[in-house]
């Protein structure tokens, strides 16, 4: 624990919090530090500690710097080590400022917005109309963002974006490190990268020499395996959440036409997750009220060697969509999930072992945003049937069972490389780029004899 008066990092919250209230002549530019809608360690941690950066560093007088942690201030409870790393830093939260409390639209609007994206490099479609407002990335994971002569963009293939964040401070302003500083990056680099054990597959060397920079600097930082369990105790620790709350734990969206599809992170086996009583029920008011058409729940546990176990669950109450995404996700070759089928109390969830533990959500994502980039180029017109909760058969013949099986296994599918962020997410080390297009998987479907999508 960094124990202090109030900090340089807590003033600097207060300011900016302060700073926001004013209007007229008087208001400043305002700089957002934007993370990333997961809201997990490395996003918080790297907006605020960013933002800290700038504050102390730009000549900009005019301006004030403020992180925005991307989510609404209610479900900042849900992200354990967030609020446990905070705790341990003696931040209070309270000095935190959530996406639901500032109006980004109407600074825009007002000309006085600067936007810096950390942890992610392209805005929600939410937020699309911001995009002018992004000056600046530092991300580390790929680059999906178009080139803009206005924007500077750091992206690298790092296991944790606070490295990156490290970095920048150590070469352009090593003055400002402080222990506090020092406890909040080492401490989420740590987590990120599975305490720097290679066999993870998450560390890079920049994350290890990184970390080497801040003990150098810090000698009395609390010992790295103490750090990380505790961190990796509340990032797992769902005791006393409802089902609802563990599915928002850590849940991302994806769409595609009008499919929209969430995959949710759940840390408790698969068997103890589906034997809750009225699951299936819970799983059906959780997507009704949200509008999802499919969930993916994939379920992360550690055994005794601290190594992660995995299954997997796609639930939906149309027959179609979840025999496309089911198996997409079991033909899958690159990577391959070694899916076996498991128990389910219901015939709305297909259940799964996963033999391939390397596998997490950032890989398993592009097997499903092929498909939904397929439906999305060439489908969305047809697509008009079976909706999640309007069963109909007109589904069947946009996507034909067989049509699907053959889309999945296509030897030539190749899925984009993505780095790792925790453990829900992926190395950064997978090869390959894409062989296929969402066009080219269309087309192959559209030249099997009765098999037309359109």
Not at 214 to 225: A, E, Y
Not at 232 to 261: N, P, W
Not at 306 to 319: F, I, N, T
Not at 331 to 341: D, G, H, I, N, T
Request: aromatic letters at 4%.
């Amino acid at each position: 624990m960094v124990r202090r008066g109030e900090g340089k990092m807590e003033a600097m919250l207060r300011a900016s919090r302060a700073a926001l209230e004013l209007h007229g002549r008087d208001a400043p530019g305002v700089h957002i530090v934007l993370g990333n809608e997961a809201c997990d360690l490395d996003s918080m941690v790297s907006a605020i500690v960013l933002a800290y950066f700038l504050t102390k560093t730009s000549l900009e007088q005019k301006t004030v710097f403020v992180p925005i942690l991307n989510i609404p201030r209610s479900e900042f409870p849900l992200r354990g080590e967030c609020t446990f790393l905070l705790q341990e830093s003696q931040l209070s939260e309270d000095l935190l400022i959530f996406r639901d409390e500032i109006d980004l639209q109407s600074l825009h609007k007002e000309g006085r917005l600067q936007l810096t994206l950390v942890d992610h490099n392209v805005l929600s479609r939410a937020d699309a109309d911001l995009e002018s407002a992004v000056t600046e990335v530092i991300d580390h994971r790929p680059l999906e963002r178009p080139f803009s002569p206005g924007c500077v963009v750091t992206c690298e293939p790092v296991g944790s974006c606070a490295t990156l964040v490290t970095e920048r401070i150590v070469q352009r302003a090593p003055n400002i490190l402080d222990k506090e500083l020092a406890f909040l990056l080492r401490s989420t680099i740590m987590l990120d990268c599975i305490n720097m054990a290679p066999a993870a597959g998450k560390v890079t060397p920049k994350d290890s020499d990184y970390v080497a920079v801040l003990d150098s600097r810090f000698h009395d930082l609390s010992p790295s395996n103490t750090v990380f369990k505790a961190l990796q105790e509340a990032k797992f620790d769902v005791s006393g959440l409802t089902t609802e709350q563990m599915l928002r734990k850590d849940l991302k969206a994806v769409f595609g036409g009008d499919l929209r599809l969430a995959i949710s992170a759940v840390f408790l086996a698969l068997e103890e997750f589906l034997a809750r009583p009225h699951v299936k029920e819970e799983l059906e008011e959780f997507c009704r009220t949200r509008g999802y058409d499919v969930l993916v729940i994939m379920t992360v546990t550690l055994n005794e060697k601290k190594e992660p176990s995995r299954q997997l669950a796609v639930y939906s109450p149309c027959s179609h969509f979840r025999e496309l995404v089911s198996c997409a996700l079991e033909k899958s070759e690159a990577p391959s999930l070694q899916l076996l089928p498991m128990y389910s109390p219901s015939s709305e969830i297909a259940a799964y072992s996963q033999g391939n533990r390397l596998a997490s959500r950032k890989k398993v994502l592009p097997i499903i945003e092929i498909l939904l980039k397929a439906l999305e180029t060439k489908g969305a017109a047809a697509m008009h049937g079976c909706q999640g909760w309007k069963e109909t058969s007109n589904i069947a013949q946009m996507v034909p069972a067989c049509c699907a099986e053959d889309i999945c296994q296509d030897e030539d599918l190749q899925l984009p490389p993505t780095p790792m962020n925790s453990l829900v997410e992926g190395c950064p080390l997978d090869g390959g780029l894409p062989k296929l297009t969402p066009e080219d998987i269309l087309e192959k479907i559209n030249q099997m004899p009765g098999k037309r999508l359109l």
